[in-house]
């Protein structure tokens, strides 16, 4: 129970002077009424006052009491004047804290509550009898036209002080506004103040002047209404509490299943369970440290922190659980958990801001942070406090990629990253309070057991395959053959193609397949591609892509496991069925160099259950055997098709990608073009400048031509001096209007050398249409060669300088 030196100094001062000024108040009512005694009857509505107030009716949700004593508050100051009414108030006052006090109230509110009472009816009624220029009614009749306005002034001044008075003693003790809490807690409660006020003025106009039978009439025929309207919203009141309580029973039972069902997600994705649970304990608790008071802000912050990794559904587990560092790929995929989790909470009408934190508790106080990257407060306050203590936690936790680091090593972290990722007060606060925080278990939390298993099943690896020895492999002629073969002809180097033809050649005499196909891991995509293919229908699935966890030959790279016999339309659709392959079951494992993945090899057999055990062990010696040299040829072919200066595909690739375009388009019956782009005066700027200025200009006329490509156009370098952009499914006048757009580029942008020397650099361009100008490239080249430079124009085939 909080104390008045636990108060703030502010708080402290407003509640003295209130109760200083309300004690003043009663002390001078006592003075006056025993220098100046009243009608005994006053000592009946002091009765009725302090029998009406024992009998309260509680407010549903809110910590206030109603009464029907404040009717006999007013009868009290309207019949025996200003003094009878403090005093009156003041015995409300004391029978109404005494009543709360099994709730267990402190002695300075009570001291205050009869303080603030008493004053506010003081200044009411000196206030209307200044108004209504006359004395106490019980010495005169009292006409009802003539009161009712100076009755109206006293009800409000009455009602409007007491609960502003109130209203700021509590703004100050819980650092609230007192505006909202006066407009939460009170605005209503005048209906209570203004009926009492009516029933008051009845009581009185119906009193004859020193007519005590009188009062004692009226007083009998007011009694049972105040009864029947006291026990009918009492009963009303009780049924809104059985309501309140159902909704919060229901509420608790909602939120404890979400818990529950959070709780077991997080097991499925931690070393240890738990995480969840303790940054909603520490997060709630730094909350009330840093002074939120509010409680919809801290039950959303309380719902966010059991839900801010659900998102974490969408990531594959290969990335959750990887041992190591996060490709820029993976991470990618990784920073989509807030985007997503914050998505599906959206769906959910929560009470309570709970989807902003969810969705921004990864943004940074610089504002490097993510999805958004919002600043400083522009981050909600609970997502830069889940932040926080979802770090601390983190960094305190095993993790698949590390052990957990002690207490201090964490701290030294959230030091370091103060101000930069995260809230500067925020950290303090819980650097400060962190070890008094409570760490509370839930009774509904789900059994230790019971999270244990479900933590084991998601960590326990299926059994594997025995791996074969190389003894064993080269027990039969046949496999030692294989490997001695492919000794020989990988030796060197060698493309991707040849490679893959030589292991198929041999390893379908051991695995018979229809189709063969080698999937190569792409780091920069975080995706297989299937770079070679061999058997059946090849030229369906060469090209396809795969992303890592995704389909079979993507659960076999993510999870390194052989699988074999499975349905071969898990990796190619309903491709698989189709005439052109109409394959039954695949075999598939993971080529691995030095632990490093390589890429996929999977086998596609037209036979149901086409492999057997002898098969998996085969495959995977040879998948031991050939990852490295596979990861040498993909080397080997990248140094060969890109041109190391400007990092383009060369004029082989550009044979290549126009033969299989051309092939492909005139079955599309489409077109495609060519724009030749020559750089004016390349080997004067070498011989003034020097090849280094030179290869800049080379760079920068890349840089701009690429900038006036369209997404799908591919640009090569086809010599020394001329680049080549291939625009897919383009007319001349399409071309054209590309052409233009390079050109200007160039022109309007010099090049400026690291000497801040400009250079202007002038392009020749040339366009060419296939089928128009020749299906290959041989064709298309003879053409542009044919056509000379002019200046821009609208005619098929003219040249832009």
Not at 140 to 167: G, K, M, R, Y
Not at 480 to 487: G, I, P, R, S
Not at 500 to 507: A, S
Not at 739 to 758: C, E, F, H, K
Request: with cysteine.
């Amino acid at each position: 129970m909080r104390t008045f030196s636990d108060l703030r100094p502010a708080a402290r001062a407003y509640v003295s002077t209130v109760a200083a000024v309300g004690l003043a108040a009663i002390l001078q009512s006592i003075v006056t009424l025993y220098n100046h005694p009243v009608a005994p009857e006053w000592l009946v509505l002091g009765a009725l006052t302090l029998l009406t107030g024992s009998f309260t009716i509680k407010v549903p949700s809110m910590s206030l009491r109603l009464t029907v004593s404040e009717t006999f508050v007013f009868a009290s100051v309207l019949l025996f004047g200003v003094a009878a009414g403090t005093l009156t108030v003041v015995l409300e006052t004391l029978i109404v804290a005494l009543w709360i006090k099994r709730e267990v109230r402190s002695t300075y509110r009570a001291v205050f509550n009869v303080s603030a009472s008493a004053l506010s009816i003081w200044m009411a009624a000196t206030a209307f009898f200044a108004m209504a220029g006359t004395g106490p009614f019980w010495h005169h009749d009292t006409p009802l036209a003539v009161i009712l306005a100076p009755l109206a002034v006293l009800t409000l001044i009455f009602f409007i002080s007491n609960s502003w008075l109130v209203a700021i003693a509590v703004g100050l003790e819980k650092n609230q506004s007192p505006a909202e809490i006066w407009s939460k807690n009170f605005t209503w409660l005048s209906v209570n103040y203004f009926s009492g006020a009516s029933v008051a003025a009845i009581i009185v106009t119906y009193t004859s002047t020193l007519n005590a039978r009188a009062l004692f009439g009226t007083l009998v025929i007011i009694l049972p209404l105040l009864l029947v309207s006291y026990l009918t919203f009492r009963t009303a009141m009780a049924r809104v509490e059985d309501t309140n309580e159902h909704l919060s029973q229901l509420n608790r039972l909602y939120f404890s299943t979400i818990e529950t069902l959070a709780m077991a997600i997080d097991a499925k994705d931690q070393i240890t369970h738990g995480h969840i649970r303790r940054v909603q304990t520490f997060a709630v608790g730094l909350a009330r440290d840093i002074g939120i008071e509010d409680d919809t802000l801290i039950k959303a912050i309380e719902a966010a922190a059991l839900l801010h990794d659900l998102g974490k559904l969408a990531v594959p587990e290969y990335i959750l659980n990887k041992p190591g560092k996060l490709t820029p790929a993976e991470f990618d995929k990784m920073k989509l958990h807030a985007t997503i989790g914050a998505d599906i909470l959206s769906s959910i009408d929560f009470p309570y801001p709970v989807v902003p934190i969810v969705r921004y508790h990864h943004e940074h106080w610089d504002g490097n942070g993510y999805p958004t990257g919002l600043k400083g407060t522009e981050i909600p306050i609970g997502a830069r406090i889940l932040s926080v203590v979802d770090c601390f936690d983190a960094l305190t936790s095993d993790r698949p990629y590390r052990p957990r680091l002690s207490d201090e090593e964490a701290i030294d972290i959230l030091r370091q990253r103060s101000g930069a990722m995260y809230d500067p007060l925020i950290v303090d606060t819980f650097l400060r309070v962190r070890a008094s925080t409570p760490r509370v278990v839930n009774a509904s939390e789900p059994p230790n057991a019971v999270l244990k298993t479900i933590a084991h099943t998601r960590r326990a690896v299926a059994p594997t395959l025995e791996s074969a020895t190389l003894d064993e492999i080269t027990s039969s002629a046949d496999e030692m053959l294989t490997v001695y073969e492919l000794a020989r002809a990988l030796a060197g180097q060698v493309t991707l193609s040849d490679a893959g033809d030589v292991i198929v050649k041999h390893l379908r005499r051991l695995i018979p397949s229809s189709l063969c196909v080698f999937y190569l891991y792409d780091t920069a995509t975080d995706e297989l591609e299937a770079r070679h293919a061999v058997g059946e229908g090849s030229s369906l699935v060469m090209g396809m892509r795969i992303s890592l966890g995704q389909r079979l030959s993507g659960w076999v790279a993510a999870n390194r496991r052989t699988i074999s016999n499975s349905d071969p339309t898990l990796d190619l659709g309903d491709a698989a069925r189709s005439h052109a392959l109409n394959l039954r079951s695949c075999l598939s494992t993971t080529l691995l160099s030095a632990d490093a993945l390589v890429g996929v090899l999977t086998l596609y057999s037209s036979e149901l259950n086409g492999f057997n055990e002898d098969h998996g062990r085969v495959i995977e010696a040879v998948a031991r055997q050939i990852a490295h040299t596979f990861k040498s040829a993909t080397a080997f072919e990248r140094s060969a098709r890109r041109d190391p200066l400007t990092g383009l595909p060369g004029r082989m690739q550009l044979e290549q990608f126009v033969d299989a375009t051309g092939i492909e388009h005139l079955v599309q019956k489409s077109a495609f073009a060519l724009l030749f782009v020559s750089i004016v005066g390349l080997k004067q700027i070498n011989a003034l400048h020097g090849r280094a200025v030179g290869d800049e200009v080379l760079r920068h006329v890349v840089r701009h031509s690429a900038a006036g490509l369209r997404l799908a156009d591919i640009l090569f370098r086809y010599s020394s001096d001329e680049l080549v952009a291939l625009l897919n499914n383009t007319n001349g006048e399409a071309a054209r209007i590309v052409a233009r757009r390079i050109r200007d580029g160039i022109r309007n942008n010099p090049l400026v050398t690291r000497t801040d020397r400009s250079i202007k650099i002038e392009v020749s361009i040339t366009e060419v249409t296939s089928p128009n100008d020749g299906a290959s490239l041989a064709a298309l080249v003879d053409t542009a060669r044919k056509r000379p430079p002019g200046p821009d124009a609208d005619q098929e085939g003219s040249t832009i300088h």
